[in-house]
T-cell receptor, first 118, second 111 residues
Framework: DAGVIQSPRHEVTEMGQEVTLRCKPI?????LFWYRQTMMRGLELLIY????????DSGMPEDRFSAKMPNASFSTLKIQPSEPRDSAVYFC????????????????FGEGSRLTVL | EDQVTQSPEALRLQEGESSSLNCSYT??????LFWYRQDPGKGPEFLFT???AGEEKEKERLKATLTKKESFLHITAPKPEDSATYLC????????????FGTGTKLQVIP
């Protein structure tokens, strides 16, 4: 399997522009997570899906952020309008197991999308 | 409120100089504690899961241990290729499927 695939790897945009980040999870994984990583705050969970349904979006910072998962093989994270403080590396991760049992919690991460908002 | 705290923030070792990284947690109802390795420009890569106090896991030069309040990642005779950021994360009863990460320890091993 190719692993979790994210695009674009790098995005530079100007404040106020719309940004769309994309993710293809590992086939067969029914959990998908979006994280944001900064030097100051580390990895923060933004939202996660189970079987394409958003389960918890409490980490989404503002209404400017939205995420969708139209099918099991694709998810998007959209920022509109973007602001300089949104600059970070955004990771998508997928997982196949429910919490609490053997092997749970192992997340498979993509290589991230580095976003710079000028 | 910090739920997962890692120390030190950075660690520089000579090749062969063993040491330990610490991860302390304040969550209740721990369901799992995880260690990940992250190389520059890459996503985190899973290393270990620990479920209960007293449990230990080993992989090559790495050994992870767990108590009721903290976990240690012991690195024995490290090599330069062990240089990376090591992340600790927890899954707990109140967090459902949310895996909460610490900010990591950046390890540099000097030849």
């Amino acid at each position: 399997d190719a692993g979790v695939i994210q695009s674009p790897r790098h995005e530079v945009t100007e404040m106020g522009q719309e940004v769309t980040l994309r993710c293809k999870p590992i086939s067969g994984h029914d959990y998908l997570f979006w994280y944001r990583q900064t030097m100051m705050r580390g990895l923060e969970l933004l939202i996660y899906f189970n079987n394409n349904v958003p389960i918890d979006d409490s980490g989404m910072p503002e209404d400017r952020f939205s995420a969708k998962m139209p099918n099991a093989s694709f998810s998007t994270l959209k920022i509109q309008p973007s602001e300089p403080r949104d600059s970070a590396v955004y990771f998508c991760a997928s997982s196949t197991r429910l919490a609490g049992g053997p092997g749970t919690g192992e997340l498979f991460f993509g290589e991230g999308s580095r976003l710079t908002v000028l | 409120e910090d739920q997962v705290t890692q120390s030190p923030e950075a660690l520089r070792l000579q090749e062969g100089e063993s040491s330990s990284l610490n991860c302390s947690y304040t969550v209740s109802g721990l369901r799992g504690l995880f260690w990940y390795r992250q190389d520059p420009g890459k996503g985190p890569e899973f290393l270990f899961t620990l479920y209960s106090a007293g449990e230990e896991k080993e992989k090559e030069r790495l050994k992870a241990t767990l108590t009721k309040k903290e976990s240690f990642l012991h690195i024995t005779a490290p090599k330069p290729e062990d240089s990376a950021t090591y992340l600790c994360a927890v899954l707990y009863s109140g967090g459902y499927q949310k895996v909460t990460f610490g900010t990591g320890t950046k390890l540099q091993v000097i030849p």
